[in-house]
């Protein structure tokens, strides 16, 4: 493993000056991703800038109903929230799915963002790899690409964005918080990610002088009922072959708002508002929820070894669809 120097920062200002001063830095909150990632020497940061000084791990709702929460909140006191469990239960579900309880305690709520692809190219660095180093090409289209994305890839790249807790931001609806020399900025979630298109090594809209604040939930639906189904080659401890996190209000047997995203099958997290038309006005029943995951899946395209992920990505919607319509019926979300 390479050498690097470390600062902890006491302050956001601190925190910011020091990454403007050594552009080849990185920030650490948990480590959990960055620090395999350096012993992989996929990432080689000169000088790591500790963060987990500051002030970044309230929770509050604010006055308009929405949901702050602090950048280094970590994983699993996000998930057992008493605000999270009972007016975001997809969110607190989606979490509690990845990783392990290990891993959850030291994960944070901006490094779960900011976390990068598991592709087993782009973690080994004898392998071509166009997010790791652009121009090199992508061993995955044509590699074994079991794992890989049906969804918003492209020439380049098919590396999924690999998050669980990311699948259920997108369906919530949130704000993402920028701190950098010019103050706050706000970005929409949906926005925040990019396609990998011909520059994979693009993967956020995050400057390299900013750092992540807060990420604000819109107001919960109400009533309510969530499920994420989590589909993956072993029950726990695994990243998810398919994943659908779905969130449904119910007025007696019709659906009224349907908000739906998948995880696994794409190269971001993948919020889907043609199904979501589809379900809206329509009763809950099985055949619409089969209607509406062909709808999400209209535009999926395999590759050699990935095929499988589709019927499994639509088992994962229509399952999820149900969950979620029958705990809206059972008035628990
Ligand atoms: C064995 C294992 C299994 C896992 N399984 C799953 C799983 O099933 N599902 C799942 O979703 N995830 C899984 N993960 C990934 C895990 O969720 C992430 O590693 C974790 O969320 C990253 O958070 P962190 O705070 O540790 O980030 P770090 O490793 O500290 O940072 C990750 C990246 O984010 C950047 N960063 C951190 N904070 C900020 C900030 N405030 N602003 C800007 N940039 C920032 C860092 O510079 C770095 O580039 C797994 C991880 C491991 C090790």
Redesign the pocket.
């Known amino acids: 493993m390479r050498t690097f120097a470390f600062t902890r920062a006491s302050s956001l200002e601190q925190a910011l000056t020091t990454r403007r001063a050594e552009p080849a830095s990185?920030?650490?909150?948990?480590?959990?991703?960055?620090?395999?990632l350096v012993k992989l020497d996929v990432m080689r940061p000169a000088r790591v800038i500790d963060?987990n000084a500051l002030p970044?791990t309230l929770v509050e709702r604010l006055a308009d109903d929405r949901l702050r929460i602090g950048?280094?909140v970590t994983?699993t006191a996000l998930a057992h929230h008493p605000e999270v469990t009972a007016n975001y239960p997809l969110l607190s579900q989606a979490i509690l799915a990845?990783?392990?309880t290990q891993?959850r305690n030291?994960?944070?709520t901006?490094?779960?963002i900011?976390?990068r692809t598991r592709c087993p190219y782009f973690r080994d660095v004898a392998a071509a790899c166009n997010k790791r180093e652009p121009g090199s090409g992508c061993d995955a289209r044509h590699g074994i690409n079991r794992m890989h994305a049906v969804l918003g890839g492209s020439d380049d790249c098919v590396a999924v964005h690999?998050?669980?807790?990311c699948v259920a931001l997108a369906a919530i609806g949130a704000t993402l918080t920028l701190h950098g020399p010019r103050g706050e900025r706000e970005i929409d979630f949906a926005d925040f990610h990019r396609l990998p298109g011909t520059s994979p090594h693009l993967e956020h809209e995050?400057a390299d002088d900013e750092?992540?604040?807060a990420v604000t939930l819109d107001p919960p639906l109400e009533p309510l009922g969530a499920a994420y189904i989590k589909l993956r080659d072993r029950a726990s401890?695994?990243?998810a072959l398919a994943s659908a996190g779905a969130m449904l209000s119910l007025d007696e047997e019709m659906i009224g708002e349907a908000r739906l995203a998948l995880g696994g099958v794409a190269t971001k997290p993948w919020r889907c508002h043609e199904a979501e038309a589809i379900l809206e006005g329509q009763p809950a029943d099985r055949a619409v929820f089969g209607q509406a995951a062909d709808a999400a899946l209209a535009d999926a395209e395999p590759l050699s070894h990935n095929a499988f992920k589709i019927p499994l990505a639509r088992q994962a919607i229509v399952r999820a669809l149900r969950d979620a319509a029958r705990a809206a019926k059972e008035g628990h979300p």
Do not use: K
């Open positions: 990185a920030f650490v909150a948990g480590g959990t991703t960055l620090l395999d963060i970044l950048a280094l994983n990845g990783a392990s891993v030291m994960a944070t901006a490094g779960n900011m976390q690999p998050s669980d807790m995050l750092l992540i604040v401890y695994e990243f």
